[in-house]
């Protein structure tokens, strides 16, 4: 079992009063807060080992570098990759979505291709592959927010290029069966994105046992900062598709009639990197999963089966019943509009999302503008939950 207390105490911002009342902090699938030693680790780079790394010949140059490279080799044990050579450092999911939708669009799609996505789609994993004139094949969902997996079989064709799918939906916490897509995708010699923004942080990922071609995750929604995020990509894949971006780092020789280009990883990632934010990274994930996977699915599954009771029993309509499902729960109360409820919330130190969360597609398939949407993490408690549910029964005695 996790020792909450201990946890919560590496979390400064979880002692704050929001309006003179206690923080609660269920928003974190837009981002999680971050524990001493994620903020600590930055200031240590910044204070102590602060120089532009790979280049240069001077100690903390090599030192900084080291580092750097020491993060990559900690993220490609964390999703157990072949190699670092395969480990991008990227802003974030959404970058690495666009890195790939441009790079590997170039070498393999031309307009009117096209990409299989679900219906389940944040935005980051829909307009990127638009702006490369891509179709996009959807795959439905049934009444409990889950795939229809033989419809899927059927949405390919001689013009399938990609299938790019969320691991985890970041609006119904629905866990998409990855493996059977991906297995289902190499049948037609297709491969696979999996959007692993929303996993990476309530579930070990092996992307070897997966054998995903391509994963992407962004740090800040696994206790790292902002800024950073990973794709990782196999390497014949990495090997065969032309950067996303041109300048230093990403070359090998330059002159004014050619370029050629560098090694990988270093081929897409053109510039200084976020060399200090990779090692706070590092750092996040090696924090996480200390605790080991097992506590912290046993907690989080807790807290939310705990929060669904409480939701069911005070008539709010919850979106998403898979039976596979992760630690989100969106919510609608009869009559009462998700703005006014994230608000009213907000007022009692609530911290809730409220709207499309991103992902406007599905809200229509829903049938609905926007939902409330309470997320949890490793942090949060069941008395957490219950001040959750004492504000939402104030908001009903108001309207």
Known sequence: MLDLPSIRSDFPILQREIYGKPLVYLDNAATTQKPRCVVEKLTEGYYRTNANIHRGVH???RQAT?????????VRQFLNARSAAEIIFTRGATEAINLLASSYGKAFMRPGDEVIVTAMEHHSN????????M???VIPLNGRGELEMEACERLFTERTRLVAVTHVSNVLGTVNPVADLIRTAHRHHVPVLIDGAQAVAHRPVDVQALDADFYTFSGHKIYAPAGIGVLYGREQWLERIPPYQGGGEMIASVSFEKTSFNELPYKFEAGTPDFIGSTALAEALRYVSSFGWEAIAAHEEALLTYATQQLDGAGAHIFGRAAAKSSVLSFALERIHHYDTGMLLDGQGIAVRTGHHCAEPLMRALGVEGTVRASFALYNTREEIDALMAGIERIKDMF
Request: aromatic letters at 8%; charged letters at 25%.
């Open 59 to 61: 100690f903390l140059s």
């Open 135 to 137: 179709t996009l094949k």
């Open 66 to 74: 080291e580092a750097h490279e020491e993060a990559r080799r900690t």
């Open 126 to 133: 829909i307009v990127p592959w638009q702006l490369q004139g």
